[in-house]
């Protein structure tokens, strides 16, 4: 499938994500690594993954989908969102593409298989910036009894996630806060697609966690927090996992304090009282 189409213009319109960017000849949309090529959309980082790793699957974090194996993860670099907290800005906030080796989808799931690892997880940065190598890698690694993760922050386009119905397995979708001015202003997305693409992700069948990381003074009132377990538990179901993740000073919020324990234990309370049944308290170093 053509993630792309033309406009009355001569301009081309990106299908790969909810901006829909219309981007001018030679020029790149909002992530930095899709570029009209003249007659057509290309994905600048197909072949080029910035990061490969070995992980725990729990690391993604994935605990109620294939516990306790490991996962070929992959990632390139490039964005659809500016989060001033990103605790991965290297890769995501970066168009500095790593061509030194070009790694075609057969050898990802060859990678995979080496290493047994019954999974491959697009994740580091935006994955949904790179769907049309993730489509290929995926196709061949279901052929191989190889299952796919997508972590992502679940601002899909309806043509892609359409897409990964029957070929995405699991999802880890970060929602970041349960306020629309937020989403626009500071992370230059849009709540009202989320919130959609996520009901749509369950309700197809593809397994999906959530991840909030909760970071000081942007997402951290109690209203907040009850407006996200809220949603979960009516939207989604009170099965879908919550993992509520502990912010450190980073990227462009280095003034900012670590979240709290308090705060993370008054999340959990909320998450446990609206009725959400499995949550994960994660980035803190110790159990709690």
């Known amino acids: 499938m053509e993630f792309y189409k033309r406009t009355s213009t ?3 319109e990106c299908l790969l994500c909810g901006h829909y960017c219309k981007i001018s000849k030679n020029h790149v949309g909002i992530c930095g690594i899709n570029k009209n090529s003249g007659d057509k959309i290309e994905c600048l980082v197909y ?24 996962t070929f ?6 964005c659809n969102f500016k989060c001033s907290f990103c605790q991965n800005w290297q890769l995501s906030q970066s168009v500095d593409i790593d061509k030194s080796t070009l790694y075609m989808p057969k050898d990802i799931v060859n990678f995979a298989h080496h290493y047994e690892c019954e999974s ?3 994740t580091y940065n935006e994955p949904t910036i790179f769907f049309p190598y993730i489509l290929d890698i995926a196709r061949l690694a279901h052929k191989e009894g190889i299952k796919n993760i997508m972590v992502t922050n679940g601002f899909e386009s309806r043509e892609v996630r359409e897409q990964m119905v029957g070929l995405i397995d699991a999802l880890n979708v970060d929602l970041k806060s349960f306020d629309e001015k937020y989403y626009q202003k500071k992370l230059a997305g849009k709540l009202d697609i989320i919130l959609d693409n ?10 999906v966690e959530i991840t909030t990381l909760i970071v000081p003074t942007h997402n951290d009132s109690k209203e907040e927090l009850e407006k996200i377990a809220s949603f979960i538990v009516e939207e989604l179901g009170c099965t879908i996992p919550w993992h509520i993740s502990a912010f450190h000073p980073d990227y462009k919020e280095m003034g900012l304090p670590r979240t709290s324990i308090d705060t993370l234990l008054m999340a959990r309370e909320i998450g446990y009282s609206m009725g959400i049944k499995n949550i994960h308290i994660g980035n803190v170093g110790v159990a709690i």
Request: proline share 9%; glycine share 8%; no cysteine.
């Open 47 to 70: 072949g080029y993954p910035n990061a490969i790793n070995i992980d725990p699957i729990e690391k993604k974090p994935l605990y109620h989908f294939l516990p306790n194996t490991k």
């Open 73 to 78: 993860s992959i990632g390139t670099v490039g």
């Open 120 to 122: 491959i997880s697009y």
């Open 10 to 12: 001569d301009k081309i």
């Open 198 to 207: 996520l009901k749509f992700f369950v309700q197809s069948g593809i397994h």
